[in-house]
């Protein structure tokens, strides 16, 4: 088992910067990557960001290149998504996972380990 605790939601304006922090514990040797993907109201849950814990390879959805970045820290156990000039529409619960795959990181289903979410909001 892995356990995720995300942090580091909250209000936002337009235009400002937020960073999430996702913390493992766990068998964390079973997470070999490790995801944040968001769902807003209405909405269904979507793929944001991801990275190969080994590698740090990075992967983005086309709608957050270039603003969002993620990062981990093997010593903290730790993936950080940093996320800058944030838009109303970037306001979802975000979610941080874990999977043992290097496959299909995308996609939700590849992911067995979720965190509880951490609510982000942007105003206009």
């Known amino acids: 088992q892995v356990q995720l605790v995300e942090s580091g939601g909250g209000l936002v304006q337009a235009g400002g910067s937020l960073r999430l922090s996702c913390a493992a514990s766990?068998?964390?040797?079973?997470?070999?990557?490790m995801g944040w993907f968001r769902q807003a109201p209405r909405k269904k849950r979507e793929f944001v960001a991801a990275i190969n814990w080994s590698s740090g390879t990075t992967y983005y959805a086309g709608s957050v290149k270039g603003r969002f970045t993620i990062s981990r820290d093997n010593a903290k156990n730790t993936v950080y998504l940093q996320m800058n000039s944030l838009k109303p529409e970037d306001t979802a619960q975000y979610y941080c996972?874990?999977?043992?795959?290097?496959?299909?990181?995308?996609?939700?289903?590849?992911?067995?380990?979720w965190g509880q979410g951490t609510q982000v909001t942007v105003s206009s």
């Open positions: 996972a874990a999977t043992e795959t290097v496959l299909r990181i995308t996609d939700q289903a590849a992911y067995a380990y």
């Open positions: 766990g068998r964390t040797g079973s997470r070999n990557t």
